[in-house]
């Protein structure tokens, strides 16, 4: 007795979408983990942009006697510099600076939404809180300070008053 089987080839359609489901599933994963480390490593240039451009305000005041107080000095005499690639391009302000009384406050919004700043007394690159109050401020001496405008500060990112420069 002779069986008539036929031989069939190919993937019935279950199975095409199982490896389909699979492929969605792996690229999800991939293009998550892909966002993340772009956003910490945004994040990780603009605070070595802030370390060091605070360092080159430093140098400027030991030279000068006094922290730049124009844009032009910024650009010009201290050459501060970023990694425009990191910095967000949402804001005007994404970029600031102010100084007043013998001291310095310099602010840079990440591409990641976080922000960070460096002062005079800061000791260091500082992140703002991710939740501001009305009472959360960088001081800018005799300035004011930086503002939230809002709780959320990424939908406006900061209030600033005229004493503040941007300098992006």
Request: contains cysteine.
């Amino acid at each position: 007795m002779m069986l008539n089987k036929k031989s069939q080839t190919g993937f019935t359609i279950v199975e095409l979408l199982i490896v389909v489901v699979v492929i969605a599933i792996l690229a999800a994963i991939t293009i998550v983990s892909y966002n993340g480390i772009q956003n910490r490593a945004n994040d990780a240039s603009v605070q070595a942009d802030l370390r060091s451009n605070g360092q080159a305000i430093e140098q400027y005041y030991v030279l000068n006697n006094t922290y730049p107080s124009t844009v032009t000095h910024l650009r010009d005499s201290v050459k501060l510099k970023i990694n425009k690639d990191a910095v967000s391009t949402v804001f005007e302000n994404s970029a600031i600076y102010c100084s007043a009384d013998g001291k310095f406050s310099l602010a840079l919004l990440s591409k990641s939404g976080k922000g960070y700043y460096y002062s005079h007394n800061s000791g260091g690159v500082k992140e703002f809180p991710s939740v501001w109050s009305n009472s959360s401020t960088v001081l800018c001496p005799a300035a004011g300070g930086i503002v939230a405008s809002d709780t959320n500060y990424l939908v406006t990112w900061l209030r600033v008053n005229s004493n503040w420069l941007t300098w992006l």
